[in-house]
């Protein structure tokens, strides 16, 4: 299943600290502190708008004031992404951890909601027509589970296209575009490996290379040394009884 701390790191590498960018749709909601002299201008830190910011207080347990905002301790920020754009889809319970990934790098640029309008629009390109997130997930896996790497690039040009039609486009585009491209360069490490795994895709690694396959899986080789000489050390002293 997806592991939302797969993509973090791509997370922190991609944000920045605080915004006060005009050429943001989120400078329309500003947080009311100030920093460095100035009130009512910043409206993100490390990626998290202020108005997602205050929401969510109330449900995940922290104070909705201009010193964690402007601060954003690590605590606050981990719970943002995970409880706020990673749980509201239900990706713990995805299989394909890179489209999983995408799931939520698009939810985070563009917000839940819209995330959900452009998955949508994909799906429909394709005759799938969907209803909520959930659904969503479900029709991504089925598809990832033929062939992600297809999914993935069908995806990746349907957000780049996404981007180029925004009202934003002239300002941001070029910016928006080289993020993509460092998260696709990412993702390529993920996609496919789901074939590698599962009782065939294990025959098939150790038929391949099976020094290599058994340097990248001692631990449980030798764990399952361990209890088969244990399970056997016991019927053997049954026998002999």
């Not at 909705?64 to 990673?86: H, Q, Y």
Request: glycine content about 8%; aromatic content about 14%.
């Amino acid at each position: 299943m997806a592991d939302y701390r797969q993509i973090i790191p791509m997370f922190k590498e991609k944000e920045g600290g605080l915004s006060k960018a005009t050429t943001d749709t989120q400078s329309k909601n500003p947080s009311p502190c100030t920093h460095n002299g100035l009130t009512g201008v910043w409206h993100t830190n490390k990626g998290v708008a202020y108005s997602t910011f205050k929401s969510l207080a109330p449900k995940l347990g922290y104070e909705a004031s201009c010193k964690n905002f402007l601060e954003m301790p690590t605590e606050i920020w981990g719970k943002v992404f995970k409880n706020g754009f990673w749980d509201i889809w239900g990706l713990d319970n995805m299989k394909s951890q890179p489209i999983a990934n995408t799931i939520v790098w698009w939810s985070w640029g563009s917000g839940n909601g819209g995330a959900t309008t452009s998955f949508k629009k994909f799906l429909s390109n394709k005759g799938i027509n969907v209803s909520s997130r959930s659904e969503i997930v479900r029709e991504l896996d089925k598809l990832a589970e033929i062939d992600d790497n297809k999914l993935f690039d069908e995806l990746t040009a349907h957000r780049l296209n996404f981007y180029a039609t925004r009202s934003t486009a002239k300002a941001n585009l070029r910016g928006w575009t080289n993020s993509y491209n460092r998260f696709t360069t990412f993702m390529k490490g993920y996609l496919g490996k789901a074939k590698e795994y599962g009782a065939e895709g294990v025959a098939k690694s150790f038929a391949k290379d099976p020094i290599k396959f058994a340097k990248r899986n001692w631990i449980p080789i030798t764990v399952l040394s361990v209890v088969f000489v244990g399970i056997g050390f016991l019927v053997v002293r049954r026998i002999w009884k």
